[in-house]
């Protein structure tokens, strides 16, 4: 399997290597929602996930949080629909 990786960088701009796990538009919020890992264990033996706003920009895009309820509420909303998908 091939993974698509990106390079993000956190607070202090220390630069890691993540894994994007999906991408997904949401045009009644007018964002496009990228999920990745950095493969940081979590508990329970999982990975931990983030989801961001992918803004566009001259040279690529830029991450931003998810900062209303608005925002969460869809991205979760979409992301139970892939994995009803998933299941099937």
Known sequence: ?????ITV???ARESANAV???SFAIPRIDR???VYTLNEDSRHGTSKVYV???VP???GYRLEN???EEEWRCAVEVLKQITK???E
């Open 85 to 87: 998908g998933v299941e």
């Open 52 to 54: 961001a706003s992918a």
């Open 1 to 5: 399997m091939i993974l698509k990786t």
């Open 9 to 11: 960088e956190n607070e």
């Open 57 to 59: 920009e001259d040279a």
């Open 32 to 34: 496009n929602i990228l």
């Open 66 to 68: 998810l900062e209303s």
């Open 20 to 22: 994007i796990l999906c």
